[in-house]
T-cell receptor
Framework: GQQVMQIPQYQHVQEGEDFTTYCNSS?????IQWYKQRPGGHPVFLIQ?????EVKKQKRLTFQFGEAKKNSSLHITATQTTDVGTYFC???????????FGAGTTVTVRA | DADVTQTPRNRITKTGKRIMLECSQT?????MYWYRQDPGLGLQLIYY???????NKGEISDGYSVSRQAQAKFSLSLESAIPNQTALYFC????????????FGPGTRLTVL
């Protein structure tokens, strides 16, 4: 699969603040998935975006797919300690359905 | 998810030893995957299988082999373990009916001394 780049690698956030993590690809993506991995846990699927410019919300999480389908973002509002973990974007690739993961953004929260 | 199980959960071994990691699933999914996770590198695909007789190499298959004994079982072997294979290994399953969302097992932490 093609490589997706995530920034930042680490995000230290004050509880209650907002932050955004970004996922970028050099080529057009058919769709993109986001996963969350809690410390000591395993990745858990959050969402899949398919359409150009698509925006989906899950409570305080807002996911967006770029108009050119080359980038995606995850915005978290009013960060809570439960948001701690690593967030990965993943390119499902073409017909072979192999996920190509970004390196992840590891989020820590200061209470 | 409890539907995807991995054994062992932790393993310490020595260089040159043969190691097998097991993965079982009760989700009824045809597709199964093995990943390794290293700090700062995300997850890298080792091997994947879409059916019992289907085996495909991923990004980093060298030094590994797999066996898909049944729809529900997918095992990963390290023929001769080396220290740089120390990592966290995840098994995952997926189904095209679920947009290929992947369901991960709890992971196996492998240390090669």
């Amino acid at each position: 699969g093609q490589q997706v780049m995530q920034i930042p690698q680490y995000q230290h956030v004050q509880e209650g603040e907002d932050f955004t993590t970004y996922c970028n690809s050099s080529t057009t993506l058919s769709n993109i998935q986001w996963y969350k991995q809690r410390p000591g846990g395993h990745p858990v699927f959050l969402i899949q975006l398919v359409k150009s410019g698509e925006v989906k919300k899950q409570k305080r999480l807002t996911f967006q797919f770029g108009e050119a389908k080359k980038n995606s973002s995850l915005h978290i509002t009013a960060t809570q300690t439960t948001d701690v973990g690593t967030y990965f974007c993943a390119d499902p690739g073409g017909h072979d359905y192999k996920l190509s993961f970004g390196a992840g953004t590891t989020v820590t929260v200061r209470a | 998810d409890a539907d995807v199980t991995q054994t062992p959960r932790n393993r310490i071994t020595k260089t040159g030893k043969r190691i097998m990691l097991e993965c079982s699933q009760t989700k009824g999914h045809d597709r199964m995957y093995w990943y390794r996770q290293d700090p700062g590198l995300g997850l890298q695909l080792i091997y994947y299988s879409f059916d019992v007789k289907d085996i495909n190499k991923g990004e980093i298959s060298d030094g590994y082999s797999v066996s898909r004994q049944a729809q529900a079982k997918f095992s990963l072997s390290l023929e001769s373990a080396i220290p740089n294979q120390t990592a966290l290994y995840f098994c995952a399953t997926s189904s095209p009916e679920l947009h290929n969302e992947q369901f991960f097992g709890p992971g196996t932490r492998l240390t090669v001394l």
